[in-house]
């Protein structure tokens, strides 16, 4: 079996602000097409790491590739929007803009893109994401808080990126809207062949979609492999997070839902 492709790259990550250090010496390799899971306890840096990764935060030392690309050594990447879209907790929209306006806005970077093109291709986002059409003339405000984070991930697919950054997607969401959302985000990442960095904190989220699960501690990854291999890692917060109450109850909502054969 040929050996995974790895996407993202990082070695030797240092991550401080003033005298906290958040990450120190760490090593985490993405592959092309998986589902990552990212974890860890308060202050760790996962939301951190996550910005790192896509530019929006320079490190004290260390290395990031994607697709084999120096996103540290300026000017990085000429064309970001084409290998990375970001999704921000809540959306993070421009409460100014409708919802197709804030789809269309990765798009004006685009020279020469037509008008009605760009609002076609923004519609179009937008219904991927399984917004309904007159969605896209409302404003942030008017939105219920799962229409807002679809709204933010047809953004962060407005330029087809080959690897999409989703940043605590299913928090504050009900049980049910959480599980819609990690339907949509399997079925969207097996689609379109997405490489998907995810932070969260949701055991239900890591159970239904994530393929590894990386966790953060002790200023750098410490572990990462499948969710039957983070069930047997002898380490007391990792057994704790992974074998507690609440992660056994997510694991009873698991079987539940795929029956005992795991179909």
């Known amino acids: 079996m040929a050996a995974p492709e790895t996407v993202i790259s990082i070695r030797g990550l240092r991550n401080q602000f003033g005298t906290q250090v958040v990450h120190d010496g760490l090593d985490l390799d993405i592959y092309r097409g998986e589902i990552l899971g990212v974890v860890g306890g308060s202050g760790t840096g996962k939301s951190v790491l996550l910005r790192t990764i896509a530019g929006l935060n320079r490190p004290r030392e260390g290395s990031v590739t994607v697709l084999g690309e120096d996103v540290l050594t300026p000017p990085g990447p000429e064309d970001t929007g084409a290998l990375w879209g970001v999704m921000f907790q809540d959306g993070a929209l421009f409460s100014s803009l409708t919802v197709r306006e804030n789809v269309e806005v990765p798009m004006r970077t685009v020279d020469g893109l037509d008008p009605d093109l760009r609002r076609a291709l923004a519609d179009l986002k937008i219904s991927m994401v399984g917004l309904p059409y007159l969605a896209g003339d409302k404003y942030p405000s008017e939105l219920s808080g799962g229409m807002r984070k679809r709204a933010g991930l047809a953004r962060a697919l407005a330029l087809d990126p080959q690897i999409v950054f989703l940043d605590e997607p299913t928090a504050g969401l009900d049980p049910i809207g959480a599980a819609e959302f990690d339907t949509l985000i399997r079925d969207l990442s097996r689609a379109l062949g997405l490489t998907v960095f995810l932070v969260t904190h949701d055991l239900d989220t890591l159970h239904a979609v994530c ?53």
């Open 211 to 263: 393929d590894r699960i990386a966790v953060l501690a002790e200023k750098k990854v410490l572990v990462t492999g499948t969710m039957d291999e983070m069930l047997k890692v002898d380490h007391p917060w990792v057994h704790e997070y992974f074998n507690g109450p609440r992660a056994r109850a997510a694991l009873a909502t698991k079987a539940a839902q795929t029956g005992p054969d795991g179909a």
